[in-house]
C-alpha cells in the first residue's frame, strides 16, 4: 500500500514525459463533461475518459454515505455489476487517508493484506487500483478509483493527472445540479444492497427449487453447470427491446446467468428461421446494454461441448480413424521446444512446479519438461468425469501431493475449451497458497470458451474440430498418435455410452 501527499502546490509536483498526454487527455474529459446535457450522463464521461487516459481496466465513482463511515458504488466503466454488487468500502486505516486528503494506491491488490474484497478483486482480474478525494469545498464528499490488470506503480504526474479529472468532476457534479441526485441514488443503492443480502442469504437457507426447463437441451445444460459447481440462474431477467410510447412490446430473456462470472447463456436448438430472429434481438440487446456480457450458443456449440463430456451426437458414436491432420510431429516438436525455452528463461531464477492434468496431458507434459532446462518437480492431478459412475458433482480423483505453499506453480493442459474445468482446477490450486500460478496449454480453442481464465503459455489456437492424437482420445482411443487430427463426423458409428476422457 502506497500514500501520496496531494498537499504540494502543482508547480512544486515533480513533471514527467506523461504529462503532456494527460493534458490532453483531461482537455477531452472537459470537453466531453461540458457537452453533457444530462446530469446522469456526467459521471459515465468522467469514468470513461480517466480509464482511457490511464490504460486501465475500468472506474469507478464512489460517494461517502451521511454518516462518513462507508463508501457506495454509484457509477462505474469497464467492471461488471457482480463486482459492484460486493457490498460497501467501509472507512478503514487506509481510506482514513483518503478522507484527509491524500490519494491511495495499492501497487498489488492479490498480496496487499489491507484490500478489502480480496476474492472479488482476484474474481474481476484486479491487480491494481488508484483511489483519489473527490472533493467539494474542501470537503470530501465521495473517490475517484481506477483499475489495472497488471500490478502497477502510481508516478506522481498520475496521481496528479487523476486529482484534476476528480476536481472537474465534482465541479460539474455541482453545476449540473446532480449532486443531490446521486445523495437519493445513494440511498436507493443501499437499499438494493440491502434487499440483495437479503434474497442471497434466502437463497443459502432455502435450496433452490425444482426448475421447469422449456427445453431438454436446457436441463442437459444446467447438469453440466451443476457438475462443475457453477452457481446459475434459469432465465433470471428480461431485457426490453422495443417499445411503442410506455409500453413494451418486445424483450429478450436469456436462458441462464452465471452468477460469479458475470455471464448470460443463450442456447439456441431451432431451426433457422427462428435462430435467424433470435440473432437480430441479440445484436439489439447488445446496442442497448454493450455492458451486458451474453454468449449464444447455436446447435453445433451445444452438441460440440456435450460431445467433449461424452455425451450428444459425437460422444455417442465412434470413428474408426481420424480425418485431417491439423498439427503434424514436427510442428509439435518446434511449439513444444519453444515453450520449454520460454518457461526456462522465465523461470530461469525460481524454478516452478509443473503439475499435468491425467490423462492426456502425459504426452506433452513428458516432452515439454526435457525441455526445460531447469531443476523443476512433477506433480500430477486428475478430476472426476461428467456423467460418471461416481455421484456427486465434480472432485479429484488425484490431487497434488507436494506442498505448493509459497512455491511458483505451472499448471499444464492439454487443451483448454469450455475453461470450465480450468476454472475449477485453478480456484482449488489457489487454496494451496502458490507464491504464482500460471498455465501452460498445448491447444486453446477459443470457439468454444464460456469461463475465461490467464493463460501464460499457448502451444496453438485449435480449430472448431473434435481433435484427436498426442494424449487427446476418442473413447480412449488415438492418445498414441505423435500428430494432431479431427475425428471426421462422416464416419462415424459405433457403440453408444463410451465417454470421452479429457
Not at 465541479?171 to 445513494?186: D, S, T
Request: charge should be neutral; hydrophobic fraction near 40%.
Amino acid at each position: 500500500m502506497a500514500t501520496a501527499d496531494l498537499g504540494k502546490k502543482p508547480q512544486q509536483r515533480r513533471r514527467r514525459s506523461g504529462g503532456g498526454q494527460y493534458q490532453r487527455s483531461l482537455y477531452q474529459i472537459a470537453k466531453a463533461i461540458n457537452s453533457t446535457r444530462v446530469s446522469g450522463e456526467v459521471p459515465q464521461a468522467l469514468l470513461r475518459g480517466a480509464a482511457e487516459a490511464m490504460g486501465a481496466k475500468g472506474s469507478s465513482l464512489l460517494l461517502l454515505n451521511p454518516e462518513r463511515d462507508q463508501f457506495l458504488h454509484i457509477a462505474a466503466h469497464g467492471v461488471s455489476e457482480t463486482f459492484l454488487r460486493k457490498g460497501p468500502l467501509r472507512v478503514d486505516d487506509m481510506l482514513v487517508k483518503l478522507l484527509a486528503g491524500e490519494a491511495v494506491a495499492v501497487e498489488d491488490a492479490q498480496s496487499d493484506p489491507h484490500v478489502q474484497y480480496p476474492d472479488e478483486l482476484k474474481k474481476e482480474k484486479i491487480r491494481s487500483f488508484l483511489s483519489v478525494p473527490l472533493r467539494l469545498w474542501d470537503e470530501v464528499i465521495g473517490m475517484l478509483r481506477v483499475y489495472t490488470t497488471r500490478p502497477r506503480t502510481y508516478p506522481p504526474e498520475a496521481i496528479e493527472f487523476l486529482s484534476a479529472v476528480a476536481d472537474l468532476g465534482a465541479v460539474a457534479l455541482e453545476n449540473a445540479k446532480a449532486y443531490e441526485a446521486l445523495q437519493q441514488e445513494v440511498d436507493d443503492t443501499r437499499q438494493e444492497l440491502l434487499t440483495w443480502y437479503a434474497e442471497r442469504r434466502a437463497a443459502q437457507e432455502n435450496p433452490k427449487k425444482p426448475v421447469r426447463f422449456a427445453h431438454p437441451s436446457e436441463e442437459e445444460f444446467a447438469r453440466l453447470l451443476d457438475f462443475y459447481k457453477i452457481r446459475w440462474d434459469y432465465e433470471p431477467r428480461s431485457f426490453p427491446l422495443v417499445w411503442v410510447g410506455d409500453r413494451i412490446v418486445e424483450m429478450f430473456t436469456p436462458d441462464f446467468y452465471l452468477i460469479d462470472h458475470d455471464q448470460y447463456i443463450e442456447l439456441t436448438t431451432l431451426k433457422q428461421s427462428l435462430t435467424t430472429r433470435k440473432n437480430r434481438k441479440l445484436r439489439h440487446l447488445r446496442e442497448l446494454h454493450p455492458e451486458i456480457n451474453i454468449r449464444l450458443l447455436y446447435r453445433r456449440d451445444y452438441n460440440k461441448i456435450l460431445a467433449k463430456y461424452g455425451y450428444a451426437p459425437l460422444g455417442e458414436v465412434g470413428a474408426e480413424t481420424p480425418g485431417r491432420i491439423v498439427f503434424t510431429e514436427a510442428e509439435i516438436k518446434d511449439r513444444v521446444a519453444a515453450l520449454g525455452r520460454a518457461i526456462t528463461e522465465d523461470y530461469a531464477q525460481s524454478p516452478p512446479v509443473l503439475i499435468g492434468v491425467l490423462k492426456g496431458v502425459a504426452p506433452f507434459l513428458n516432452d515439454l519438461m526435457r525441455h526445460i532446462n531447469l531443476l523443476v518437480e512433477v506433480d500430477y492431478l486428475a478430476i472426476s468425469p461428467f456423467g460418471g459412475e461416481m455421484p456427486g458433482g465434480v472432485h479429484f480423483l488425484l490431487d497434488a501431493s507436494l506442498d505448493l505453499r509459497g512455491r511458483h506453480v505451472l499448471l499444464v493442459e492439454d487443451i483448454i475449451d469450455t475453461g470450465m474445468t480450468l476454472r475449477y482446477i485453478i480456484e482449488h490450486l489457489h487454496r494451496r497458497e502458490p507464491t504464482s500460478l500460471e498455465v501452460c496449454v498445448l491447444l486453446d480453442k477459443r470457439a468454444r470458451r464460456l469461463l475465461e481464465s490467464p493463460l501464460r503459455y499457448v502451444g496453438f489456437e485449435a480449430p472448431d474440430e473434435f481433435l484427436v492424437g498426442y494424449g487427446l482420445d476418442y473413447h480412449e482411443r488415438y492418445r498414441n498418435l505423435p500428430f494432431i487430427a479431427i475425428v471426421n463426423p462422416a464416419e462415424l458409428a459405433a457403440p453408444v455410452g463410451a465417454k470421452q476422457a479429457s
